[in-house]
Antibody, heavy 127, light 107 residues
Framework: QVQLQESGPGLVKPSQTLSLTCTVSGGSISSGSYYWSWIRQPAGKGLEWIGRIYTSGSTNYNPSLKSRVTISVDTSKNQFSLKLSSVTAADTAVYYC???????????????????WGKGTTVTVSS | DIQMTQSPSTLSASVGDRVTITCRASQSISSWLAWYQQKPGKAPKLLIYKASSLESGVPSRFSGSGFGTEFTLTISSLQPDDFATYYCQQYNSFQYSFGQGTKLEIK
């Protein structure tokens, strides 16, 4: 079955750019009608959705982070990536990648929910 | 933005108990709600989608219900493995939002 694995630096300096990659195994990132998402969780706190990408390159971002976030996809490597610029200590968190599965609604609309998650990677912002 | 509010924040219960967690949305989200279970140091695990559809492989003691703005997750008979934190999440709007979590503790 599909598995996701996050990778990237565990320590980032304030004002720099956080860069993470999610590698998809057990299936092609391009197959099926899936979105691919990033979510984060500060220690002891709840979950915050960051944004998502379709394999066509179409993206949606959390408005609270939109000015600092870029999500991209590399189908040849079966990966998608997150860049978060101008980081501060408030960006310290466990970062998860996830697959979004599609379910049909009415009037040919579709809705997506996160069905497969990576194990998460801890990123600390500190000088 | 759609705000999701869970209650209670903490729930103490015993093995064998029936427990219910409530999730309220600040506006109607139809049935576009998922429930996740998270254990310490682990990623969230999908339990329920579309408010009441049980994810494959999830024990049948878990069930979800609700529509519009009020939803519930019920565990019919608590097992030791069920003590964890539970989150609801709306996906009616692609500006996804999660509840703050309900920690289910052993009494």
């Amino acid at each position: 079955q599909v598995q996701l694995q996050e990778s990237g630096p565990g320590l980032v300096k304030p004002s720099q750019t956080l860069s993470l990659t999610c590698t998809v195994s057990g299936g092609s990132i391009s197959s099926g009608s899936y979105y691919w998402s990033w979510i984060r969780q500060p220690a002891g706190k709840g979950l915050e959705w960051i944004g998502r990408i379709y394999t066509s390159g179409s993206t949606n971002y959390n408005p609270s982070l939109k000015s600092r976030v870029t999500i991209s996809v590399d189908t040849s490597k079966n990966q998608f990536s997150l860049k978060l610029s101008s980081v501060t200590a408030a960006d310290t968190a466990v970062y998860y990648c996830a697959r979004e599965r599609r379910v049909a609604g009415n009037y040919r609309t579709y809705y997506y929910y996160m069905d497969v998650w990576g194990k998460g990677t801890t990123v600390t912002v500190s000088s | 933005d759609i705000q999701m509010t869970q209650s209670p924040s903490t729930l103490s219960a015993s093995v064998g108990d029936r427990v219910t967690i409530t999730c309220r949305a600040s506006q109607s989200i139809s049935s576009w709600l998922a429930w996740y279970q998270q254990k310490p140091g682990k990623a969230p695990k999908l339990l329920i989608y579309k408010a009441s559809s049980l994810e494959s492989g999830v024990p049948s003691r878990f069930s979800g219900s609700g529509f519009g703005t009020e939803f519930t997750l019920t565990i019919s008979s608590l097992q030791p493995d069920d003590f964890a934190t539970y989150y609801c999440q709306q996906y009616n709007s692609f500006q996804y939002s999660f509840g703050q979590g309900t920690k289910l503790e052993i009494k």
